[in-house]
């Protein structure tokens, strides 16, 4: 376990007036850790739009609530268990899901889908990265299929930035009513319950492990899963809920229960007398210490009043729940942590709860100017075999050898699966959630303003070709070490595109996660926000997206030469640096509002978005999926006079395809004419060969069956052959 700075010891003494106690000394460096307290983002947190017509509660709770209607209400929460998963991959995973699922459980709602965006170093030259692959991957499935919760989407990158480290992001979605949300009370004498797994040695430490750099495989920080009890706790707090038998509920996540037990207090401005030997253990020897910093999973912290305490007791006996009364609520906000009768820490929990903030210095990287200028590569006259490498690419290839590990359809509320541009859930009142995350860290690295805002900026497009409106954005905020001006510096860059570009669009911040040290004795990771989109359908979703024969293929939105941080810079030349796809605000909002108003008319057949690879890649996949050919004028694609791979591969933002029946093609002309968005039709799809023509000469053409055996095999084939 590690301790305070001197700074923060000199402070800690002087706000109590005194010396304080070994057990005091950790309770306060595990909530004071970068992990739990956010003292070097949370005064810049503050930009991100917070309010809006739907938001219930948003950031700075354990998830973020949004109205959608008709009584009922969506819960949506995202974390990392980077470390963990770094040093153990199918634990630290796994124990993600858990402890995300937890924090949309503690405001009483039911769990009902999970969304997942994983980062590894380059699998198809280093064995490790394949190994932490694939058993991330193995303990997201493992633990979401025994929870009986759908993993949806997600996405993956791989990049060498993250060799020998690993980012394991989980985003959750819940549902319920409205009237049966926790409300979180508490009064005098109320009991203070801790439901759920044994507190164990597993995971003594994890929040500070997770707030330093990497440098040793501390298996002790990582947390052991048990989804089985967890399913257990889901239940019994659901109809511990009904029963009315919780006042106010918190996950223990990070910092365990000094976390938990300092932050309710302070948010209800009460206090909490506790005993730590009334704590149900998995090891009888464990020092009052380890009890209040373990990080053991599966766990939540319930207050009840003594009325309702015996019934909660039977629900949890019902369910075969270990449970232990571990403390009492008392007026002097003060948290009192005993053993029997002997006090051993008794400090105000404003001062746990609250660590002094810090005003970290950013300067603006070096590297930046050193990738600026960057020597153009020579266009090949036929790009044929280009496009194959660009679908075999791993970052771009199907990622159904993935998602196939994961029960995507129980709960019975899928209805776009993963695998298409975001998935689509069912609701009770008749109305659909369309879900997406997205992240791309090549772009950040080269600017990280326009980077995060085109990862947000994607994950809109995403949501808007299922017929969905965005309500409401997370971000997951994923940097090195915040102590490096330069590093602190992308992360003000990033975190300030995303605030403008949400406050812009008019899509409110619900919720979020800070991440920082991510970084190896290789040197700090690439900035890898993750922005994750949820958008409402009221009608219905645009499903099944089919193309068929002779139906014709409109682009909308500009192509601009902007191949920086491009899969096609970085996979097939090398090439790191040139201008990085910038976010039009006005054109985002527009190209989103014209589609949404397409597919509301019944005029669009199918919708996808172009974003990794371009529109080669996008017009491809269109093809491969629906087993159709197609042949496209690149030479009609609104755009100024560019180079062919320009226009196949840029990576240009807020750009739909969008497949229109014949018969509807003039009144979707009309339409986007009226709307003054740049469009065209630039092809018509028959046949079995893609083919991308500009003007008279053809510059790729290849079989649908060559293209789907690279898109579709490439990377299963390196996960299990190497």
Not at 63 to 73: A, F, K, Q, T
Request: glycine content about 8%.
């Amino acid at each position: 376990m590690m301790s305070l700075t001197p700074q923060e010891h000199a402070f800690l003494e002087k706000k109590i007036g005194r010396k304080p106690t070994p057990v005091e000394l950790q309770i306060v460096a595990a909530e004071w850790s970068e992990h739990c307290s956010y003292k070097s983002s949370k005064k810049h947190l503050k930009l991100l739009p917070r309010e809006g017509t739907r938001i219930i509660s948003g950031p700075g709770y354990d998830s973020g609530v949004l109205d959608v209607g008709d009584g009922y209400v969506i819960t949506v929460h995202i974390e990392s268990h980077n470390h963990p998963s770094a040093v153990e991959p199918y634990g630290g995973a796994a124990t993600g899901v858990g402890g995300v699922i937890r924090d949309i459980l503690s405001t009483g709602t039911r769990p009902i889908a999970i969304l997942d965006g994983l980062r590894f170093g380059d699998i198809e030259k280093d064995p490790h990265a394949r190994w932490l692959f694939k058993n991330a991957v193995r303990g997201i499935a493992d633990y979401g299929n025994c929870l009986g919760i759908p993993t949806v989407g997600g996405e993956i990158e791989f990049d060498k930035c993250f060799t020998n480290y690993a980012l394991v992001g989980v985003a959750a979605i819940g549902f319920g009513k409205k009237d049966k949300l926790i409300k979180n009370r508490a009064d005098k004498d109320d009991f203070v319950v801790l439901i759920g797994g044994s507190t164990g040695r597993d995971g003594i430490g994890g929040s500070q492990f997770a707030s330093d750099k990497l440098e040793s495989e501390n298996r002790s920080a990582v947390q052991i899963p048990d989804p089985f009890i967890e399913k257990l706790v889901i239940e019994a707090i659901l109809e511990a809920r009904n029963q009315h038998c919780i006042k106010a509920l918190k996950d223990l996540g990070g910092g365990g229960l000094s976390c938990a037990v300092s932050e309710i207090a302070d948010v209800l401005s009460v206090g909490i007398e506790m005993d730590v030997a009334r704590i149900h253990k998995r090891e009888s020897s464990m020092s009052p210490t380890e009890l209040m910093v373990s990080e053991s999973q599966e766990r939540m912290l319930v207050i009840t009043d003594r009325q309702k305490l015996p019934i909660l007791k039977k629900i949890c006996e019902k369910f075969r729940v270990p449970y232990s009364v571990i403390g009492r609520i008392k007026e002097d906000r003060m948290m009192q942590v005993k053993v029997e009768t002997n006090t051993i820490a008794n400090l105000p929990n404003s001062v746990i709860a609250n660590a002094p903030l810090l005003d970290r210095s950013s300067s603006k990287p070096k590297y930046l100017k050193k990738i600026e200028e960057i020597k153009k590569p020579n266009t090949p006259k036929v790009l044929t075999e280009t496009l194959l490498r660009m679908l075999a690419n791993p970052n771009i290839a199907s990622k159904i050898w993935v998602y196939s590990q994961y029960d995507h359809e129980v709960g019975i509320r899928t209805v776009v699966k993963p695998g298409h541009d975001a998935s689509v859930l069912r609701l009770d009142n008749g109305k659909f959630l369309s879900v997406k995350i997205d992240g791309n860290s090549k772009h950040c690295y080269i600017n990280p303003r326009q980077g995060a805002m085109g990862c947000f900026e994607e994950a809109c497009r995403n949501v808007v070709c299922t017929g969905a409106t965005p309500i409401g954005m997370v971000d997951h905020l994923q940097f090195g070490n915040p102590e490096d001006p330069e590093i602190f510096w992308t992360f003000k860059e990033s975190l300030e595109g995303i605030s403008e570009l949400a406050k812009y669009l008019e899509i409110p911040c619900v919720g979020g996660k800070v991440s920082f040290y991510n970084e190896t004795n290789n040197g700090p990771i690439k900035p890898t926000p993750l922005i994750g989109v949820l958008g409402l359908i009221v009608k219905k979703p645009l499903y099944p997206q089919k193309v068929s024969k002779n139906d014709l293929l409109v682009i909308v939105g500009e192509t601009k030469d902007e191949l920086g941080g491009s899969e096609y810079y970085e996979y097939i030349h090398d090439i790191i640096g040139g201008n990085c796809p910038t976010v039009d605000m006005k054109s985002s909002k527009l190209n989103q509002q014209i589609v949404l108003d397409l597919i509301n008319q019944d005029l669009v057949n199918s919708a996808h978005d172009c974003s990794k690879g371009g529109i080669g890649v996008a017009i491809s996949e269109l093809c491969i999926t629906n087993n159709v050919g197609c042949v496209i004028s690149i030479d009609k694609i609104p755009a100024k006079k560019f180079k062919p791979d320009v226009i196949l591969f840029s990576e240009t933002h807020s750009r739909y395809l969008l497949v229109i029946d014949p018969k509807n093609i003039n009144k979707t002309k009309s339409i986007l004419e009226q709307s003054n968005a740049p469009f065209a039709i630039i092809g018509k799809f028959s046949g079995t060969g893609i083919m991308f023509r500009n003007k008279a000469k053809t510059i790729a053409n290849l079989s649908i069956d060559k293209a789907l055996g690279k898109w579709l095999n490439s990377l299963e084939l390196l996960v299990t052959h190497g």
